[in-house]
Each structure stands twice: as structure tokens, then as C-alpha cells.
């Protein structure tokens, strides 16, 4: 899986972790979630405040597209299509839960590209309001587990150890120790054939001698 984070406000391990947690939420499988570049970044919009999402099967590009200038006092926003979602409460209460929601909508379009058998279940697998209830679904349950799930997006990668540089000496030293080992090796090898070859010899002559006896 490739990622493409290029809104600040979602580094490429957050999105990576959060991928995968919307990918299991769905039943998208593993591996077809490793052919998928995921890119999030911006909504072209004049005022800024759209959002959005498209997933290019061709490209296998799933692409998440967040509000540019949104502030807190801008949610909840709705992402109700129809009368019914809209009585449902169909809204998105921050940023969060509208990331995770176009996210888990595009990857479901990913999934069904990849389960369709036909160009008929393809139409019937992406129908606008199904994918949109799998989606709803996803927000439902990272709303549940927000606290546990953004501890865990957002933790820092440990620090890899700093690589201890060797000096000059230092290596060259770890050079020579080398090509003494592998020098003593051989030797070993060479006493070992050189007592094998001289039994032999010593064999064969024997049994000359006792010919010419």
C-alpha cells in the first residue's frame, strides 16, 4: 500500500493506520489493500469547504479530499444525500469522523471493483446509497472507539537507534579480523586435504613396493 499525505493535517503514518483499521471495519481484503495507493490531501474549492473522494480503479488511486479552511464551529456538517439519511442524522460531528467516513467509502468501491464478478454486480456492489450505509457504519464505530483509535493513529514511531560510526581504524581493524578468520579457515581446509592426499600416497607406494618385491 502507497500513501500520498499531502493535507498537514494527516502524516503518512496516520493515514497508513487508519487505512488499515477502516479496511477490517469493511472486510476489504489485505491483498487487495497492498495494490492501493491512498492520497489525502485537498478539496479544489473556491470557498474552500468542500470534501469529497474518488477511487480510480484504473489506478487503483483511492483519493481522500478534506475541507481546506474548515473550523470547528463549521461541523457538525451533514453528508445526508436524501430525506431519509438526513432523519437519520447522517452527520459528521469534526474533521475526523468526515475523514473516516469518505475513506471508508472509497476503499468500500475498492472492495467491490474487487469481489465483482460482472459488470452487473459491479453496478449493484457500488450503488451510491449502499456504499454510502457501509460508510455511516465505519463513522458509527470509530465514534465508539475514538479515544482508543486516535491514541493510536496519532502515537509517535520510536526513534531508531543512532548507527554508531566506525573509525578508520575501527574499520580497517574489523577488516583484518575478517580476512583472518577466512585466511585460518582455508588453512584448516589445506591441513585437512594435504594429511588426506599424503595417507593416499603413502598407500599407493606401499603397494608398489610390494609389486616390485
Not at 589445506?190 to 595417507?199: C, Q
Not at 598407500?203 to 613396493?209: E, H, I, L, R, S
Request: glycine residues 6%; hydrophobic residues 40%; positive net charge.
Amino acid at each position: 500500500m502507497n500513501i500520498t499525505a499531502k493535507h498537514p493535517g494527516y502524516s503518512n503514518d496516520v493515514v497508513r493506520r487508519a487505512t488499515r483499521w477502516a479496511a477490517k471495519q469493511i472486510g476489504l481484503d489485505g491483498k487487495v489493500l497492498k495494490t492501493l495507493t491512498v492520497e489525502v490531501g485537498y478539496r479544489r474549492c473556491p470557498v474552500g469547504l468542500g470534501w469529497g473522494g474518488w477511487y480510480r480503479h484504473s489506478q487503483r488511486l483511492v483519493q481522500v479530499l478534506m475541507p481546506r479552511d474548515r473550523e470547528p464551529d463549521d461541523y457538525p456538517t451533514s453528508m445526508a444525500h436524501n430525506s431519509e439519511e438526513r432523519e437519520a442524522g447522517r452527520d459528521a460531528h469534526d474533521e475526523w469522523e468526515l475523514f473516516v467516513a469518505i475513506l471508508a467509502h472509497e476503499l468500500e468501491h475498492a472492495r467491490c471493483f474487487a469481489i465483482a464478478r460482472s459488470m452487473a454486480d459491479r453496478r449493484r456492489l457500488n450503488h451510491e446509497p449502499r456504499v454510502r450505509a457501509v460508510d455511516w457504519r465505519a463513522l458509527l464505530a470509530f465514534r465508539a472507539a475514538r479515544e482508543t483509535l486516535l491514541k493510536d493513529w496519532l502515537r509517535e514511531r520510536p526513534a531508531r537507534p543512532a548507527k554508531q560510526q566506525m573509525s578508520v581504524v575501527d574499520k580497517r581493524a574489523a577488516r583484518a579480523a575478517k580476512l583472518l578468520a577466512d585466511w585460518e579457515r582455508r588453512l584448516k581446509m589445506a591441513k585437512t586435504k594435504v594429511s588426506k592426499y599424503r595417507r593416499k600416497v603413502n598407500y599407493y607406494g606401499a603397494v608398489a613396493a610390494r609389486r616390485q618385491g
